[in-house]
């Protein structure tokens, strides 16, 4: 069975396979009220005691609120903001309410939530006018769309202004204007109900519009829109009818506002680029955008965008393929003549790329999301990028593209995933301590990788150049392979430094000594065991913990492993050929996630 909701009932009509449907009520006045207090006061008990001076005035906001329960939840919010008499008074006494027209207008209240908003979070929610309904919005998703549009500002130089956009989203979920969807297969998602929506596209329609088959024709257009979206359903282009009318209002769009002052440009639809002879006469003279987003991108952008190599003024750029597309289609290389960008987001691109060495020109980037490692490791002088906020993969000594750890070590900004693979390649220690990873308080994840298929090994040296990359003690996931050393490095063993790990990944090591994980046995090279077990602080934060062919383990015989992995969540070993005994901890532990190979 199949339950549909909407406020539309022909909708309804349409969509319905029984002779009636079902008109949903307000809430009741118990009911309405239940709820509404939960709003405000979360799981305080008897509230109205503890605030009687507030019950007056709060049953009277509630009877405004026409037993909606999404008014309650936004006013709600609101009013959990300030708990004093006058704040209730004012919002109770809002002018607002006077344009209520009738008992279904829900409008008012939302609105007077808005109005409460700082100027900040106004500007945040108002570019959201530009996406369709029931779009889901990842976090690092929004964030940088607002880095884009240049309306993210810290004047703390210790708090990075990704840190402050995820400031400004939490700040939007707790008043209620996003919804939070939490799912067990990835990172949450942020949605905006459609009717908080409608109220957002109505403020913001002096700057925002969006346009769609529905309103191409009649929607006002004011002369101070500066960013504007496109909208293309399905629907749109299988039924002819509609494909040749929304192409004439489309086309009509060039006498009716100014492309040139246009500062933003979004297109929605797997089948927009039935539209790009269209698109390509609207936007010939378009040549200051600064925000670019193609969703379902069939087409290179300079056939939608002849004047793309021209917009000087660009900061953010994101194109994602459509489900269908020509392999031969390439993103070009133009790009790094983009000076002012900050965002390149072509995570979703499935074409080819043109080449990625000069992105180092782009002086200001701070984000290049992009689906493959080498296009990171390609980067020439990529030093040069001081604001980048991650490097999948540098790879030391590549020839002809100036690839010294010096060059990390002029990364301050990193704040994601650092790997840096072919340390083999590293010449001295002097070269290991220039990557200067103990200065990345920001850093959240490091990879540290030899490679495994090198013939020549100097486990001497290999150590001391590993003693030399100590990250910071913020770090939170680590990965370590192919080290040919024989000891695991101080700064995770005997003086742990790295004490808020959350993952820790070990691989191809040949280490006599492992991190504190209990009470270890290994083996020599005679074959001869002996125990490994370094006492001190543990890794109280750890979720995940990997051992991959570590061929002296030779038994994990700790009893109790929750003492020093209270938070573990996944345990995998595997490929640990002589290893011979796991207590039995470890196989009974209710892990939610366990894989051990003993061969």
Not at 94 to 106: G, H, M, R, T
Not at 252 to 265: D, G, I, M, S, W
Not at 275 to 295: I, K, N, P, Q, W
Not at 420 to 436: D, G, P, T
Request: proline letters at 3%.
């Amino acid at each position: 069975m199949v339950i549909v909701t909407t406020r539309i009932p022909g909708v309804a009509d349409m969509v319905r396979t029984v002779d009636h449907s079902i008109e949903m009520e307000h809430l009741g006045p118990q009911d309405m009220l239940s709820f509404f207090e939960a709003c405000v006061f979360g799981d305080q008990q008897q509230p109205w005691q503890e605030h009687p001076e507030l019950q007056d005035v709060g049953h009277k906001i509630l009877e405004r609120l026409k037993g909606f329960p999404l008014a309650a939840k936004t006013v709600g919010r609101l009013l959990r903001n300030q708990l004093t008499f006058d704040h209730w008074t004012r919002v109770l006494e809002s002018k607002e309410w006077e344009s209520q027209a009738s008992d279904n207008d829900i409008m008012p209240a939302l609105k007077l939530s808005y109005d409460y908003l700082p100027f900040h979070l106004q500007q945040c929610l108002s570019y959201c006018a530009l996406f369709p309904e029931d779009y889901e919005f990842h976090a690092e998703e929004l964030v940088h769309l607002w880095i884009g549009l240049g309306i993210l500002h810290s004047s703390d130089d210790q708090k990075r202004i990704e840190d402050v956009g995820l400031c400004y989203l939490t700040d939007l979920v707790n008043q209620g204007f996003f919804k939070k969807n939490v799912s067990s297969l990835g990172s949450p998602r942020y949605t905006i109900h459609d009717l908080l929506l409608e109220l957002v596209v109505k403020v913001s329609s002096y700057e925002c519009l969006s346009i769609s088959s529905s309103n191409v024709m009649s929607i006002q257009i004011p002369p101070s829109v500066r960013h504007l979206s496109i909208i293309v359903d399905d629907a749109d282009v299988k039924d002819t009818v509609t494909f040749e009318d929304y192409k004439r209002g489309l086309c009509a769009l060039q006498k009716r506002f100014e492309v040139q002052n246009l500062h933003t440009l979004m297109l929605f639809g797997e089948y927009h680029a039935n539209f790009s002879r269209v698109f390509r006469g609207l936007f010939l003279e378009a040549r200051a955008l600064r925000t670019v987003f193609f969703s379902g991108a069939s087409y290179n952008v300079e056939d939608v965008l002849p004047s793309f190599s021209k917009l000087v003024h660009l900061r953010y750029l994101r194109i994602k393929s459509a489900g269908f597309y020509d392999e031969a289609l390439c993103i070009s290389s133009v790009l790094c003549r983009f000076y002012h960008l900050e965002v390149i987001d072509l995570q979703g691109w499935k074409g080819r790329f043109g080449s990625t060495r000069y992105i180092s020109n782009l002086v200001k980037l701070c984000h290049f999301v992009v689906p493959r490692e080498e296009l990171h490791s390609d980067i020439f002088e990529v030093g040069k990028l001081k604001f980048i906020n991650e490097l999948r993969a540098f790879r030391v000594g590549q020839e002809g593209n100036m690839s010294e750890l010096s060059q990390i070590g002029k990364l301050a900004n990193i704040g994601g995933l650092l790997g840096i693979y072919n340390l083999e390649k590293v010449q001295s220690e002097e070269e290991a301590i220039e990557s200067k990873l103990i200065q990345k308080s920001h850093m959240k994840e490091l990879i540290l990788d030899w490679d495994v298929q090198r013939s020549n090994r100097d486990p001497k040296f290999e150590e001391n150049i590993l003693e030399s990359l100590v990250p910071h003690s913020n770090l939170q996931c680590l990965s370590i392979r192919g080290h040919g050393g024989t000891a695991c490095p101080r700064w995770l063993g005997s003086n742990l430094s790295v004490k808020n790990l959350e993952s820790l990944s070990l691989d191809d090591l040949s280490w006599g000594n492992l991190p504190r994980i209990g009470e270890v046995w290994m083996v020599n090279d005679l074959g001869v065991e002996y125990q490994d077990c370094i006492l001190g602080q543990t890794f109280q934060n750890l979720k995940r913990l990997e051992l991959v062919k570590i061929p002296r383990l030779r038994k994990w015989v700790e009893d109790n492993t929750s003492h020093l992995f209270p938070q573990l969540e996944e345990l995998t070993i595997k490929d640990c050929s002589e290893l011979t005994e796991l207590r039995s901890s470890h196989h009974n532990s209710g892990l939610p996630q366990q894989e051990k190979d003993m061969a």
